[in-house]
């Protein structure tokens, strides 16, 4: 989307699934179900064996949605998925490899961080947004609202451990957006094709978005 920023667009998204499953035929159940479900970005993680194709298929099927590569922890892993589509890239930690790389890419990276000083680094580096992980394990809603207090010019997005009832929580706390993992999308529920539940879930978080 040609003069919108990242952020601006995971902000109007404000909700983040994260797709982690252990296979392509899951993974990909998952980006569709949840699609229909009316999230409008999607992070496929490269733990998803052979996640650049999954990316890329998702792209063909679904070309107006924001979709993102996570676990990104290798330049090469960084430049298959700008191959694939992807709009952004997201790692759990700061990866000086993949900042450099994506320099050539003109592709967003949002690196992760734990405390203040990781936080305030990764601004600095360029990241447009940080990835705040692991959020619940860090504090929760009451750990990012302290990182908005010395840091409100940064735009953060908590994520790991996050449920269903805590995504308007961290909304209220200043999250841009919550990115969110197994709870939305269970890989038993997916490997049962319990399609109701999975979209009936994300229904429920998206509500709590005001969406």
């Given at each position: 989307?040609?003069g ?65 590569a ?31 790389a ?110």
């Open positions: 989307m040609v919108v920023s990242i952020v601006d667009r995971l902000g109007a998204a404000r909700l983040v699934p994260v797709v982690r499953t252990p296979d392509r035929v899951t993974a990909e159940r998952a980006c569709d179900w949840l699609a229909e479900a009316g999230c409008t970005a999607l992070e496929i993680t490269f733990s998803v064996p052979d996640a650049a194709s999954v990316i890329a298929a998702l792209r063909r099927r679904a070309p107006d949605l924001l979709i993102g996570g676990t990104v922890l290798r330049p090469e892993q960084a430049k298959a998925a700008h191959d694939a589509g992807a709009e952004f890239l997201v790692a759990p930690c700061g990866v000086p490899g993949v900042r450099e994506v320099r050539s890419l003109s592709i967003p990276f949002l690196p992760g961080a734990a405390t203040p000083t990781e936080v305030f680094a990764a601004h600095e580096q360029g990241a447009p947004l940080v990835k705040v992980f692991p959020a619940a394990t860090l504090g929760g809603p009451g750990y990012l609202k302290t990182l908005r207090s010395v840091f409100p010019g940064i735009a953060l997005m908590p994520t790991g451990g996050i449920d269903t009832g805590d995504i308007a929580g961290y909304l209220e706390a200043g999250a841009t957006c919550v990115g969110i993992g197994g709870s939305i999308a269970p890989v038993e529920r997916l490997e049962r094709n319990d399609k109701s539940h999975v979209i009936e879930t994300a229904r429920a978080m998206l509500d709590q978005c005001g969406r």
